[in-house]
């Protein structure tokens, strides 16, 4: 099948760079964009879509989430970190059964695909539930299987979960057409053991030659950063480093206390940061130094971490926050243009996950694509694109969102999930986990 749209504003790439096209022609071959121009293409295709008022950029990734946590949106509001996570959020985790997870993932698909996400890194329980749900769904989602110790003293082998994450590699990476990635996954430094740590940087090592990479939580709070400092003499970048996580492509998680010396352990390794703004900010946990980590070199992506500390999964809002959150803190406005924050939701975050065939809009990428209604009247005028989007735009304003050539949801409707299901299968899973 062999689509073009017509007529749409198109935040296209060229020469390593956005490049923006008016009124211009893109055409979607099977799963792949074969053009992008500001003439009609002299090949014909199968149909034809009237995007005139609409812009197309590349589709949204979100590099750090806890999908299912959707059914925990605003639990423990108002707690630092550490309270929120040990007295609001457990409790309600080890009640959760599959359905309930289910449910979450179903809602956060929602949400996700009407704001233009269409690929999304998910560190949760019970992560073959979305590898399933994602099957009907179609969108591309990094997972791991979550590796902790809360037992100081566990010994590596009685460790169910370090041989659970293996098999959930063995099993589904690259299934679903290479839409699902299934990452290795450490929670944090203070929620596992040196040796369960290091017997799994062991077991994991061989794999980084069929493409895995690591997911885990780095640095998010100064006590989580002191406390590391107290019990290993190490800041938590230098403590994974030694124990060996390091040696697969890691996506570390907030980065908020990392010092100078522990960014230029990341830029050693390549370790990828994700800047978490919303969550950061609503748990009092800090800003992340994203302009030194950008001088760097780092791959610096975005993520909206889960619905509990967030409250929602929109990077609309997250490249808008991590714009205005640094250039006031800093004074300056200079720091954190739209172009920079655009690159972090896109094609930093596809890099992040190991996808160098998407994050762009270029002949011979995949055709992930999200439609901006620009006929709103907060957007108008428009004279440049990539401002609007950054300092305008809302998730709400989303018409289409495309993966891999299909369509799954456009102008309020979801193609690939039934909607009024999933808001069913959330009610039912609050009234079991909360009673009322």
Known sequence: MRLLFKGAGILAWKDEDFHYIPEGFLG?????????????????????????????????????????????????????????????????????????????????????????????????????????????????????RVVQAFDPAEPPEKNYRIPESLALFDQFHGCQNGRVRVDFGVHAEYTINDAVTRYYADQIRPYREKGARVQLHLSETRKEH????????????????????????????HCVW????????????????????????????????????????????????????NNNLNLFEEMHIAAIGINGYLMDPELMPPATLLRMATVNGAALQGRD????????MKADIAAIDMDRPHLYPAFEPMPMLVYAAQASDVYMTMVDGKILYENGEYLTIDREKAMFDAKRAVKRLYGG
Request: net charge negative; aromatic share 6%; hydrophobic share 40%.
């Open 357 to 364: 065939d998407t994050g762009r809009l270029a002949v011979g």
């Open 28 to 144: 979607v071959d099977g799963d792949t964009i074969d053009y992008i121009g500001a003439d009609r293409p002299e090949a014909p295709y199968d149909r034809e879509k009237d995007m005139r008022g609409k812009l197309l950029i590349p589709g949204l990734v979100n590099c750090h989430c806890h999908a299912a946590m959707t059914l925990l949106r605003g639990v423990g509001s108002d707690l630092p970190l550490d309270r929120w996570l040990f007295e609001a959020v457990f409790p309600v985790e080890d009640r959760m059964k599959t359905d309930d997870f289910i449910a979450g993932n179903e809602l956060a698909v929602l949400e996700m695909l009407a704001s233009g996400v269409t690929s999304f890194s998910d560190m949760y329980m019970e992560p073959q539930t979305l590898i399933e749900l994602n099957e009907q769904v179609g969108m591309k989602v990094n997972l791991t």
């Open 226 to 253: 002191e406390e590391c400092i107290a019990r290993h003499g190490l800041t938590p970048a230098a403590w994974f480093e030694k124990m060996g996580i390091f040696d697969l492509p890691a996506a570390a998680a």
């Open 258 to 309: 990392c010092t100078p010396a522990d960014l230029d352990i990341l830029k050693a390794h390549g370790v990828c940061p994700i800047h978490n703004p919303t969550s950061n900010l609503k748990l009092g946990s800090g800003f992340a130094p994203v302009p030194e980590m950008l001088e760097r070199g780092l791959c610096v992506a975005l993520g909206t971490d889960g619905a509990a500390s």
